[in-house]
């Protein structure tokens, strides 16, 4: 029984090709500069439509600058480990309530 599957079975199957368009930028956070850091959580909060990009600055707060509510903060603060590739402990994320702080986690996290 299980010959007859192997010979039904393909005997070399071409690998298939990723689109550019669906292939994913993770970088690390190791060898980033602070300008690296902030120009790409400013870009991750630019990617969000509840944000404002008038009114975003490395200096807002999540909530009474960019209007965020809790549920769009846990957001961001996951959008910025799937663009660092970090892995932030909720106790950690709960503390991250403006971009300062997020740039300040990538960057100490982020340095051997």
């Known amino acids: 029984m299980f010959r ?3 010979r039904a079975a393909p005997r070399y199957v071409r690998p298939v090709a ?5 292939a994913v930028r993770a970088y690390s956070a190791a060898s980033l ?7 790409r959580v400013l870009d991750v909060l630019k990617s ?3 944000v404002d990009a008038s009114k975003l600055a490395p200096t807002s707060q999540f909530t009474a600058d960019l ?3 809790s549920l769009d903060a846990v957001e961001v603060v996951m959008a910025i ?4 590739a970090i ?12 971009v300062d ?4 986690y990538v960057i100490k996290v982020g340095t051997p």
């Open 4 to 6: 007859l599957a192997l």
């Open 18 to 22: 990723v689109p550019r368009a669906m």
């Open 33 to 39: 500069t602070k300008e690296d850091v902030t120009s």
């Open 48 to 50: 969000f439509e509840k």
């Open 67 to 69: 209007g965020l509510d």
């Open 81 to 84: 480990e799937e663009e660092f």
């Open 87 to 98: 892995e932030i402990p909720d106790a950690e994320a709960d503390a991250i309530d403006s």
């Open 101 to 104: 702080k997020a740039i300040e």
